[in-house]
């Protein structure tokens, strides 16, 4: 599935509906794209939606951030790490199972992650704040969002020229196009 935002609001707000209507503890959350193109933007709307307590920050030099609200946040940046094998030092699968995981960067560590998982890819779009953001489904507990996840991509896409083609059905690991 695809979507467009236009602007740092929207990347936000897009965050916040899947952190309140569609992520719940357990989830993990991959956040990948080149720097600048709104992983901590997503991930600060994704806290709103779950309710945290104080900002969301990027966990760039710390690597790991917590945070408490209606579902806890745990917020990841594994761009600093050397090999695989430190996302298991940080000690984070110990709050997966309790927690929202997002994961920044997190393409570099998927062999360690689960294989039940969302991925947000986000890349530049054609203007200065447009972001092109594609979720992927991985796994069984995705597979029964998908029809959640392709109402709240409908529900942003602006015109004809985003909406999804007919017949296309979401499913595992399938992707499906708003943009």
């Known amino acids: 599935m695809k979507v467009v935002t236009r602007s740092v609001e929207e990347t936000r707000a897009l965050g916040e509906e899947l952190g309140r209507a569609v992520l719940r ?17 997503l991930a600060q709307g994704v806290g709103r939606g779950l ?3 104080g900002p969301v920050v990027s ?12 579902v806890r946040l745990c917020h990841v ?12 030092e940080l000690g984070i699968e110990e709050q997966m199972e309790e927690s929202v995981t997002l994961i920044e960067w997190g393409e570099a560590v998927v062999s360690a992650l689960p294989a039940d998982r969302l991925e947000v890819r986000l890349s ?35 015109d004809e020229d985003h909406q999804a083609p007919a017949g296309d059905e979401p499913g595992d690991g399938q992707e499906l196009e708003a943009s």
């Not at 940046?77 to 298991?88: C, S, W």
């Open 51 to 53: 309710e945290v307590d």
């Open 59 to 70: 966990p760039t030099f710390t690597l790991v951030r917590e945070y408490d609200g209606r």
């Open 25 to 41: 503890a357990g989830d993990v959350v991959v956040l990948s794209g080149e720097l600048g193109t709104g992983k901590t933007a």
């Open 77 to 88: 940046d594994v761009y600093r790490l050397e090999r695989v094998q430190e996302i298991h």
């Open 124 to 158: 530049a779009g054609a203007g200065p704040d447009e972001r092109i953001i594609e979720l992927v489904l991985l796994g069984e507990s995705w597979r029964h969002r998908s029809l959640r996840l392709a109402e709240i991509v409908e529900s942003r896409a602006p």
